[in-house]
T-cell receptor
Framework: GNSVTQMEGPVTLSEEAFLTINCTYT??????LFWYVQYPGEGLQLLLK?????DKGSNKGFEATYRKETTSFHLEKGSVQVSDSAVYFC???????????FGKGTSLLVTP | NAGVMQNPRHLVRRRGQEARLRCSPM?????VYWYRQLPEEGLKFMVY????????ESGMPKERFSAEFPKEGPSILRIQQVVRGDSAAYFC?????????????FGPGTRLTVT
């Protein structure tokens, strides 16, 4: 089945620094790929998605490109803010079409 | 517009007790999904329910775990005779219909600790 591996945290950055959180996937086909964000005390929220190779998902300054060659979907942001402090989850769609396979999550702390 | 509600947010049980986790989906949503996050792991799909029906329970442990989504009231994930290995965060998600992956809305989770 499909699975996802993302970089270990926690990641600590200064405000306005560049962010990369690595994510790779394994799959028999070409699943949809997602990044979710969980702010303290809240549920997971869909941040961005890509449904096919070379698609770029973007939202709130975050971007990720579906790379079939490297089976990757790395999350990037050019200039992080303190309000970006959260846990970020990479996920892939399962063969069922409705379940999601998640990575372990990466905690990001942005300091002023 | 309230999101997905889960309660309790934190639950402590002793080995052998029962744990009941509740999930109230978003208004208008009739499909519920439960996921479990064990320590140091990602969220894993457990079960998918529609009102009064279990659609897919392929991720549920075969023993001690059960789930329901009655016609009225929240979805319940029930764990009987809990063991320390059940300690985890349990997340619920809901959707309006049987949809693609990205239209699930997640609750904040219930953190279960078994002592």
């Amino acid at each position: 089945g499909n699975s996802v591996t993302q970089m270990e945290g926690p990641v600590t950055l200064s405000e306005e620094a560049f962010l990369t959180i690595n994510c790779t996937y394994t799959a028999t086909g070409y699943p949809s790929l997602f990044w979710y964000v969980q702010y303290p005390g809240e549920g997971l929220q869909l941040l961005l998605k890509a449904t096919k190779a070379d698609d770029k998902g973007s939202n709130k300054g975050f971007e990720a490109t579906y790379r079939k060659e490297t089976t990757s979907f790395h999350l990037e942001k050019g200039s992080v803010q303190v309000s970006d402090s959260a846990v970020y989850f990479c996920a892939s769609g399962a063969d069922s079409g409705y379940a999601l396979n998640f990575g372990k999550g990466t905690s990001l702390l942005v300091t002023p | 517009n309230a999101g997905v509600m889960q309660n309790p947010r934190h639950l402590v049980r002793r080995r052998g007790q029962e744990a009941r986790l509740r999930c109230s989906p978003m208004k208008g949503h009739s499909h519920v999904y439960w996921y479990r996050q064990l320590p140091e792991e990602g969220l894993k799909f457990m079960v998918y329910l529609q009102k009064e029906n279990i659609i897919d329970e392929s991720g549920m442990p075969k023993e001690r775990f059960s789930a329901e989504f009655p016609k009225e009231g929240p979805s319940i994930l029930r764990i009987q005779q809990v063991v320390r290995g059940d300690s985890a965060a349990y997340f619920c998600a809901s959707s309006r219909a049987r949809v693609n992956n990205d239209e699930q809305y997640f609750g904040p989770g219930t953190r279960l600790t078994v002592t």
